[in-house]
């Protein structure tokens, strides 16, 4: 599972109010992941991480925003979760250039 | 934006026989290849890589690159019911080493039949 964990494993939460999801690994991958996975939309891209303070935007990070601290946690915030941030959260990370991309166990949010 | 295309099935198989996934990309640029395999409920789990043309065989899975026709598949030989999940086809937003994540197909859903 390449050491990846993510916290909370699912959460409810009402319209408007701040959510932040925690991923952490312990075996100093450099470049870490942010992405969701809808029904019709499959996996998508929020945001990733190439180092400490390093974050750069992807496909679908409107509402969502990063942090990266130190190595092994990256933190996705959602700053006033609506409806159609309902979805499954997955971080992944890769030691490397290689894409090769292993994934946490994710995270099922459900905003009421 | 790159896109990546799969037929999402159900793909249904008769156990023993050989399953085959496809998938199309639209970027003649990409590099890399990668495909994962997805339980129900559980979180993607990388299965094989390819970078260049021609195939790559790892146990019963092999995969084939085909850049001229951009098309990428996955044969998955002697069929077992616990090959049944869906599987996803990757390739990176936008390469050129940087790691900056990867655009994934919507999956297709394979079915072995026992």
């Known amino acids: 599972d390449a050491g990846i964990t993510q916290s909370p494993r699912h959460k409810v939460t009402e319209t408007g109010t701040p959510v932040t999801l925690r991923c952490h690994q312990t075996e100093n991958h450099r470049y870490m992941y942010w992405y969701r996975q809808d029904p019709g939309h499959g996996l998508r891209l929020i945001h990733y991480s190439y180092g400490v303070k390093d974050t750069d935007k992807g496909e679908v990070s409107d509402g969502y925003s990063v942090s990266r601290s130190k190595t092994e946690d990256f933190l996705l915030t959602l700053e006033s979760a609506t409806s159609s941030q309902t979805s499954v959260y997955f971080c992944a990370a890769t030691r490397d250039h290689s894409y090769e991309q292993y994934f946490g166990p994710g995270t099922r949010l459900t905003v009421t | 934006q790159k896109e990546v295309e799969q037929n999402s099935g159900p793909l249904s198989v008769p156990e023993g026989a050989i399953a085959s996934l496809n998938c199309t990309y639209s970027?003649?640029?990409?590099?890399?290849f990668f495909w994962y395999r997805q339980y129900s409920g559980k979180s993607p789990e990388l299965i094989m890589s390819i970078y260049s043309n021609g195939d790559k065989e790892d146990g019963r899975f092999t995969a084939q690159l085909n850049k001229a026709s951009q098309y990428v598949s996955l044969l998955i030989r002697d069929s077992q019911p616990s090959d049944s999940a869906t599987y996803l086809c990757a390739v990176p937003v936008r390469g050129g080493g940087g790691a900056d994540g990867l655009t994934f197909g919507k999956g297709t859903h394979l079915i072995i039949q026992p």
């Open positions: 970027d003649r640029g990409s590099q890399s």
